[in-house]
């Protein structure tokens, strides 16, 4: 089976198993497949939950295809060309139209909490979905085999929480990094976090090109 099909199958019994989530599953995961595994670094993208307060079931890796929408979209995008590029100057991020738009589609993408919520996250419902699905969130990692994961989870107790065996270390630009079996993680902003968006792209290429973030 692909990892994709794994993953379908995965979300399948998922939303099987949770009278909660029956006709409301948000999917996620390998935007492309034959692009995904190619990259020459495999990159994951971990949120929260999705915007969408109704709750109506659907799936990130055909909605990407609909084009980029909203700063969320952007910024992942943004972070996605520069990984995949070397850290251009960012500015060649906006004149590279064609690779900016396409750059998505080399990297995976999830949510922690399948089932759509509010522009504002709940800590304690997100801890509940968190909890709820451990396994089955940390097996969709497992199967899309990342080199990196990029957090974008805002609290520190639900990353502390699904990596519970995580050491986490300092990068040197007050960004906390750490080794989740054979993957390395990055503890960052949300990408709709309201920074500085050429300020966040200089300061993921910092982390990555950091001799901590090498070492581990």
């Known amino acids: ?18 009278p909660e989530y029956k ?19 495999k990159m994951l993208f971990l949120t929260k939950e999705p ?39 960012y500015e060649q991020t906006w004149h590279d139209k064609e690779g900016f738009s396409s750059a998505i589609f080399y990297v995976a993408f999830m949510n922690i909490k399948k089932i759509g919520g509010k522009g504002l996250s709940n800590y ?6 968190l909890l709820q699905n451990k396994d089955r969130l940390l097996r969709q990692i497992e199967i899309i085999e990342p080199d990196v994961i ?19 270390k300092h990068s040197g630009y007050n960004i906390a990094i750490g080794r989740y ?16 968006a050429a300020a966040s792209y200089s300061l993921l290429e910092n982390v990555m090109k950091s001799s901590s973030f090498k070492q581990l």
């Open 1 to 18: 089976m692909t990892r994709t099909e794994q993953l379908n199958l995965l979300f399948e019994n998922w939303e099987a198993e949770i």
């Open 23 to 41: 006709g409301k599953f948000i999917k996620d995961g390998i935007n492309n497949e034959d692009l995904y595994t190619n990259a020459k670094t």
């Open 51 to 89: 915007n969408n307060p109704k709750q109506e079931a659907g799936d990130f890796r055909k909605w990407w295809k609909e084009g980029l929408k909203y700063t969320f979209s952007h910024r992942l995008a943004e972070w996605s060309y520069g990984i995949l590029n070397d850290f251009p100057e």
């Open 124 to 129: 304690a419902e997100m801890e509940r979905h």
């Open 150 to 168: 990029i957090t974008g989870l805002t609290w520190k107790k639900l990353r502390n929480q699904l990596f519970d065996k995580v050491i986490w």
């Open 181 to 196: 079996q054979n993957t390395k993680i990055i503890d960052f902003y949300h990408p709709s976090a309201r920074n500085a």
